[in-house]
C-alpha cells in the first residue's frame, strides 16, 4: 500500500513516516504555493533518509485567504488551519491508498476533527492518517533523540520546508516584514539532518549557529 | 526504551504492539481481574507473535463497581471506561517508560482525554502512548489484513483475554446470564493467532465456527 505524508523536512514529520515505513511503502509529499523552494531542503532530508519525494502544488488564493487572517487574528493559528486542510484535500487527490500527516497530540494547531478526518476519507476513497496523534510531547522527544540527528533553532534561522516558510514570504511582502513579527510569536523550530548515529552518543541535537556579530541584519 | 502495552490478543492491541517494536522493547500486558484465565490466550498469542507478556492484578472493588454500573446504565461503556483508566494506573505504576494501548481513533470507548493522558504522564513519570489514535477504521482493517491472521466471530464464542471477558462473568454471577445480555449488545470480536501467511493470499481471516446444533447451550 502507498501512503504520501505531508513532510516538512522537522522531526515531527520525519518520525511520522519511519512509523509508518514498515506498513506503507511511504512517499514525502511537501506542499507549495509556489512562491518559494523551501521544499528543496525537504527533499534533501528525504533522500538522506531515503525516502521517496514529490511536492503537490497548492493554491494561491488560499494563501491569501490565510495571510490576510492571520493579520485580521493577529496570530497564525487560523490561517495554518485552513492552508493544512487544503494541503490534505490537495494529498488526498494524489494516487495514494493513504494520506498521513506529523500532527502530534498535544499540537494545537493543525487540528483535524474525527468528522473532518471522516470527511476527507469519504470523499476521496483514501485512509487519513495520523501516526503520532497518539504520542505525546515526552515520547516524541524520546523517539527523535534516539532516532533522527536534528538542528534546532529559532524559527527564522531554521529552514522550514513547507508552506509556512511561504506563508512568512507572503505576509512580508504584502504586509511589511514588521507584520511576520507580529503574527508569529518567536518558536524554535527543527530541521532533521538524517539518522543518529547508531554509537548512540548524544551529540545527534545540535544547535543551529546564533547569528554572529556583524551581521544583525542576517534574514 | 521499554514499554508495556495492555494487550487484549484481538487486532487493535496486537497492531499496536507492532506499530511500536521497532523503537520500543514492548512487553504485552494482560489485566486481569484475577476472576478468570482468559489471559491465558493472550499469553499464547504474544508468544505466537514473539512478544515479552505479563499480566498485571487490577483491584476486584474497580471490578465491582464497573459491573454496578453497567447494571444501572443498562449498557457497558462507562463502567468499561472505569476499568481501564484503572488498568492504565496500574501499567503506569509497573517499571516502563511508557504505557500504552490498543486504543482507535473511532473508538467510542475507552477514551482518554488529552488532560487525563497527561496526569498519567505527570504523576507516574512514563508516557503514554495510543498508537492507533491517528488511524481510522479502514486504515486498520487494511494493515491487519496485510499482517495478521485473524479469527472473527460474536464475541461470546471468541476468547477475547482482557478484563472484559471478565467484567462478563462477574455480572452472570452477581446478576444472571440475562444481565449479560442485557448490557452487552451482540458485537463481533477478533482473536489473533499470529502473523499473516507471507504468501498474501486473503486466508488469513477466517470466520470462528458457529456452534453445531445439538449444543444449543454451548457456553
Given at each position: 500500500?502507498?501512503?504520501?505524508?505531508?513532510?516538512?523536512?522537522?522531526?515531527?514529520?520525519?518520525?511520522?513516516?519511519?512509523?509508518?515505513?514498515?506498513?506503507?511503502?511511504?512517499?514525502?509529499?511537501?506542499?507549495?504555493?509556489?512562491?518559494?523552494?523551501?521544499?528543496?531542503?525537504?527533499?534533501?532530508?528525504?533522500?538522506?533518509?531515503?525516502?521517496?519525494?514529490?511536492?503537490?502544488?497548492?493554491?494561491?488564493?488560499?494563501?491569501?485567504?490565510?495571510?490576510?487572517?492571520?493579520?485580521?487574528?493577529?496570530?497564525?493559528?487560523?490561517?495554518?488551519?485552513?492552508?493544512?486542510?487544503?494541503?490534505?484535500?490537495?494529498?488526498?487527490?494524489?494516487?495514494?491508498?493513504?494520506?498521513?500527516?506529523?500532527?502530534?497530540?498535544?499540537?494545537?494547531?493543525?487540528?483535524?476533527?474525527?468528522?473532518?478526518?471522516?470527511?476527507?476519507?469519504?470523499?476521496?476513497?483514501?485512509d487519513y492518517i495520523v501516526p503520532?496523534?497518539?504520542?505525546?510531547?515526552?515520547?516524541?522527544?524520546?523517539?527523535?533523540?534516539?532516532?533522527?540527528?536534528?538542528?534546532?533553532?529559532?524559527?527564522?534561522?531554521?529552514?522550514?520546508?513547507?508552506?509556512?516558510?511561504?506563508?512568512?514570504?507572503?505576509?512580508?511582502?504584502?504586509?511589511?516584514?514588521?507584520?511576520?513579527?507580529?503574527?508569529?510569536?518567536?518558536?524554535?523550530?527543527?530541521?532533521?539532518?538524517?539518522?543518529?548515529?547508531?554509537?548512540?552518543?548524544?551529540?545527534?541535537?545540535?544547535?543551529?549557529?546564533?547569528?554572529?556579530?556583524?551581521?544583525?541584519?542576517?534574514?
Amino acid at each position: 500500500m502507498d501512503s504520501g505524508l505531508l513532510y516538512s523536512g522537522g522531526k515531527d514529520s520525519t518520525l511520522a513516516a519511519l512509523l509508518l515505513e514498515d506498513f506503507y511503502d511511504v512517499t514525502l509529499v511537501t506542499a507549495t504555493f509556489g512562491v518559494a523552494d523551501a521544499w528543496d531542503h525537504a527533499r534533501r532530508t528525504a533522500e538522506e533518509l531515503g525516502f521517496d519525494f514529490e511536492t503537490v502544488e497548492l493554491d494561491r488564493d488560499v494563501a491569501g485567504e490565510a495571510v490576510n487572517r492571520m493579520v485580521e487574528d493577529g496570530y497564525p493559528r487560523n490561517g495554518i488551519q485552513q492552508v493544512h486542510l487544503h494541503a490534505l484535500e490537495r494529498a488526498a487527490e494524489m494516487e495514494f491508498d493513504a494520506v498521513a500527516d506529523g500532527t502530534r497530540r498535544d499540537d494545537r494547531v493543525p487540528s483535524v476533527s474525527r468528522a473532518q478526518a471522516q470527511s476527507l476519507e469519504d470523499r476521496h476513497g483514501v485512509d487519513y492518517i495520523v501516526p503520532l496523534a497518539g504520542f505525546g510531547r515526552g515520547a516524541v522527544d524520546s523517539l527523535v533523540n534516539e532516532t533522527l540527528a536534528v538542528t534546532t533553532g529559532p524559527s527564522e534561522q531554521i529552514p522550514k520546508a513547507d508552506y509556512e516558510d511561504e506563508l512568512r514570504n507572503l505576509l512580508a511582502d504584502e504586509h511589511g516584514e514588521e507584520a511576520v513579527a507580529e503574527v508569529f510569536p518567536e518558536h524554535t523550530q527543527t530541521y532533521v539532518r538524517g539518522f543518529a548515529r547508531a554509537d548512540g552518543d548524544d551529540a545527534a541535537t545540535d544547535e543551529a549557529p546564533r547569528a554572529e556579530s556583524g551581521t544583525p541584519d542576517a534574514k
